[in-house]
């Protein structure tokens, strides 16, 4: 199949000129169309609306043990939510801190209280001269934010088919104390929509660190977002706590999750979830901080969901509308970038992303071409630590807030950026 790289120069002279005519085009129609975040559409929230009124009167604000939920107390969650979280996390609901509205403050609070306190009677992280933190790329943004904001320092490991490429997180751990955590999206990880193999999830657990306070941060974000209802076209993930007590090392782990992208994310709930020890020690901390998160909110969730079935049901049909969406991109990218070349893309069975891979040293220059053409994308380098994608390749494709013809619109333009790019690249 002929490529972009296979033509002459005067034919790609020509075919540039065609792709900029078409831009042009394109940008006098004046679009404002945004792909940026990977937020739920308006009608996947409508699903949720119903929650609302499930908590209305003065009885329906008492929980199951009497608890009056409008009122101080019960710093680690109603038993209810805690029942309900741990189908999310697969733990016992012993086990687990329900909070507030975003596991990603969960997660900032624990890199926190290591730096602060230490974990389990280690020395406070933030004594240490310098320490590391491993990061698969590419990955998630916001996870790298956390971590820079403290001034961790990132080490990028390269993600594969399977997860991380565990050869390097093993050299890693093992020659090096000051590496402490990595960060894991194991399900339909973002960006690429990857799930863990077994064999990954079992040699984290199992992996020798030198830092005998290593923690892994398992983000469960997308542990039901599935895009496919059949059990056999939905991604399965060993339980990361269950290998490592297996391993013998059962407080390696903190385990996150939230309903964020399930109802609400301005008002959902969250969770962590550790060995009994760490959930100790979790509460412990919290105790100084807070009396308690939103029962109120934990309540009308349990009321609206109830429970792992109800929880399926519910994303079976967020999935009947984010399924069309994804479809579209991966089919919009296979008829406009099969015979251009230097091109890769994901198709994810899960999760709220597709990763797209560009010709080496053309991702800012799409990006840039889409954001003056009226399609606002993630930031080109954003999957990488500190933004920096040594490769200028890797673009975060976020299909779900658009209606279904607004982003069909949009990948029209991202496709034609792509050629436009690729083409002047070539041309020198």
Known sequence: ?????????????????????????????????????????????DLSMPMLATVT???DCRAEDGTDCRNYGVLDGLPEAKRFMACMVEEDPANIVVGGNSSLSLMYEAVARC??????????????????????????????????????????????????????????????????GIWCVPKYSNPGGVTYSDDVVRRLAAMECAADDFRIFWDNAYCVHHLYDDAADQDQLLDIGAACREAGNEHRYFKFASTS?????GSGISA?????????EIKKRMGVGTIGYDKLNQLRHVK?????????AHMAKHAAILR?????????????????GGCSWSSPRGGYFVSFDAPEGTAKRIVGLAKEAGVTMTGAGATY???????????????TLPPLAELDAAMDVFVCCVKLAYAEKLLG
């Open 1 to 45: 199949m002929t490529t972009y790289a296979d033509l002459p120069g005067d034919e790609l002279g020509t075919l540039k000129a065609e792709l900029e005519a078409q831009y042009a085009e394109i940008k006098a129609r004046g679009l404002a169309l945004n792909m940026a975040r990977g937020k739920p559409g308006a009608d996947q929230l």
């Open 57 to 59: 009167t003065a009885e």
């Open 115 to 180: 730096l602060d306190f230490g974990t389990l009677g280690s020395k406070p992280w933030s004594q240490y001269d310098g320490i590391k933190w491993l990061c698969p790329t590419p990955g998630y943004d916001r996870h790298f934010g956390i971590t820079e904001a403290f001034g961790i320092e990132m080490i990028p490991v390269p993600m594969t088919a399977d997860g991380p490429d565990m050869d390097e997180v093993e050299r890693l751990v093992a020659g090096d104390a000051s590496v402490k």
């Open 261 to 265: 992208k399930v109802t609400h994310p």
């Open 272 to 280: 962590i979830a550790a060995s009994p020890d760490n959930i100790a």
């Open 304 to 312: 609206f969901l109830k429970d792992a079935d109800g929880l399926a």
């Open 324 to 340: 069309p969406k994804f479809e579209l991109v991966v089919s919009k990218l296979d008829e406009g970038l099969a015979e251009v």
């Open 385 to 399: 630590p500190y933004k920096q994608d040594p490769r200028d390749s890797n673009i975060r494709i976020a299909p």
